[in-house]
């Protein structure tokens, strides 16, 4: 009986753990966390940032890995791209 208590306890905290740190992790990104590459194709879309590149000294989230390789063949004009529809969208 103990033995039951205290695994599903132990299971119970590793998954609080793992969600609270998904959202530490998932709150860095800028652009709210949405796709800095579909930013710069004219949509908003949320991520949980776990592709992510850093330029500079900010972290830019994507939805894909091809979206990442994409942004950054030009990753200074497509910050700016991005940062344009956000800010006015």
Same mark, same amino acid.
């Given at each position: /009986?103990?033995?039951?208590?205290? *695994? !599903? @306890?132990? $299971?119970? !905290?590793?998954? *609080?753990?793992?969600?609270? !740190? *998904?959202? @530490? $992790?998932?709150?860095?990104? =800028?652009?709210?966390? #949405?796709?800095?590459?579909?930013?710069?194709?004219?949509?908003?879309? &949320?991520?949980?940032?776990? +592709?992510? =590149?850093? +330029?500079?000294?900010?972290? &830019?989230?994507?939805?894909?890995? =091809? *979206?990442? %390789? %994409?942004? /950054?063949?030009?990753? %200074?004009? #497509? +910050? $700016?791209? $991005? %940062?344009?529809? &956000? #800010?006015? #969208?």
């Amino acid at each position: /009986m103990k033995k039951s208590i205290l *695994a !599903a @306890a132990t $299971a119970g !905290a590793v998954i *609080a753990l793992s969600g609270s !740190a *998904a959202l @530490a $992790a998932g709150a860095l990104g =800028e652009f709210g966390n #949405n796709c800095a590459w579909g930013l710069t194709q004219g949509t908003k879309k &949320y991520t949980d940032c776990s +592709v992510h =590149e850093k +330029v500079g000294d900010k972290l &830019y989230c994507f939805s894909k890995q =091809e *979206a990442k %390789e %994409e942004f /950054m063949k030009d990753p %200074e004009g #497509n +910050v $700016a791209k $991005a %940062e344009s529809f &956000y #800010n006015d #969208n």
